[in-house]
């Protein structure tokens, strides 16, 4: 296995409000971790809400969970970061009504645990394949799955970029934590959605599967969404399940 992280302001935000982790190694009960999160508030409290999901969650894994199924271990880290994060909003006024995308997973063999929050995203890669495995919780999916709209009406939208659900703003929240057979991907994907509004999942698929090493991948990942635009923060990170794609 080998990963490569990369984030980037991009060429119209001011500061970054992405965060991201990632460990080949073995944190806490878990045998690897990745975890991507998009930060949002005024007076930058989005970064410190991303941050502070990342240092809950992290926290939480290594130190206070017990052995268990990985589902599970992500799902009760990101609700134990929702309240922390929560409670840090409530207590400091500068960080009113501030959340969070948390998206993470830990890989084992051929089967992925995910727990998820928000619009950042979870693809499976393998050559000549692209598949979204998590499920964006905004207005314009719900509207997607509904028949209301299409997808290519969906990137353009009015209010496209309404989250319906994010960690920390509110007290208690829904966790997606499932559990995924990756064993025909050469390759995971997670990404806020600074990369995928400027990538369609076509671009993304032809940078990742190209011959060269992970980080030239990620690096090119990042580059084409801000020659796309930029007008988000972009975060990456790409793991090679088979070892790297050469």
Not at 46 to 56: I, M, P, Q, T, Y
Not at 89 to 97: A, F, I, K
Not at 163 to 187: M, N
């Amino acid at each position: 296995m080998h990963v490569s992280g990369q984030t980037s302001t991009g060429m119209v935000r001011d500061h970054n409000e992405d965060v991201l982790y990632h460990s080949i190694e073995p944190i806490g009960p878990l045998p690897n971790l990745f975890i991507v999160a998009d930060g949002m508030g005024g007076h930058n409290a989005g970064e410190v809400a991303s941050a502070k999901s990342l240092d809950f969650s992290w926290d939480f894994i290594y130190n206070t969970s017990p052995p268990g199924d990985a589902p599970d271990i992500l799902e009760t880290a990101a609700l134990y970061a929702n309240r922390q994060v929560f409670e840090l909003s409530v207590s400091n006024p500068e960080y009113h009504g501030m959340g969070t995308t948390f998206t993470a997973c830990s890989i084992k063999d051929s089967t992925m645990a995910v727990a998820h929050v928000g619009d950042s995203r979870i693809y499976a890669i393998s050559p000549g394949h692209i598949t979204q495995i998590t499920t964006d919780h905004t207005l314009v999916d719900e509207m997607v799955q509904a028949g209301a709209i299409t997808k290519e009406e969906a990137k353009t939208h009015p209010r496209r970029n309404v989250i319906k659900r994010v960690l920390g703003y509110e007290p208690e929240i829904e966790v997606d934590s499932t559990t995924h057979d990756i064993g025909h991907a050469h390759s995971i994907l997670l990404c806020s959605d600074g990369l995928t509004d400027m990538l369609s999942d076509e671009e993304i698929l032809e940078i990742t599967t190209q011959d060269s090493a992970i980080n030239l991948r990620a690096e090119a990942l990042v580059d084409a969404a801000n020659k796309a635009g930029g007008v988000d923060n972009i975060t990456v990170i790409l793991v090679d399940i088979r070892g790297e794609v050469r």
